[in-house]
């Protein structure tokens, strides 16, 4: 679960792997984007509003797969990030 603007969100991985992972974003329920993919185009956002869910969603998916790939290798959580 992630706070974006006031919104909850859900990043569910699609596959995992060494190598990059594709998350999932849902809100309510609803698929609205991939961090591979992007941004639904469905989505009743301006273009700049799209453009900053993009950026957040690479970044929470940045942080995810670092966290994810340290507790897979080490088998401990990353707590002071």
């Known amino acids: 679960m ?3 603007k006031n919104t909850v969100l859900f990043a569910v991985p699609k596959k995992f792997s060494r190598r990059d992972i594709e998350f999932n974003f849902y809100h309510m329920g609803k698929l609205i984007g991939t961090n591979f993919e992007g941004v639904s185009k469905n989505l009743s956002l301006s273009e700049k509003e ?3 869910l ?3 969603m690479q970044d929470i ?3 995810l797969e670092t966290k994810m790939k340290f507790f897979e290798e080490f088998n401990t959580d990353i707590t002071n990030w």
Do not use: G, M
Request: hydrophobic share 35%.
């Open 2 to 4: 992630i706070l974006y």
């Open 54 to 56: 993009e950026e957040f």
């Open 61 to 63: 998916s940045l942080e």
């Open 50 to 52: 799209k453009y900053e």
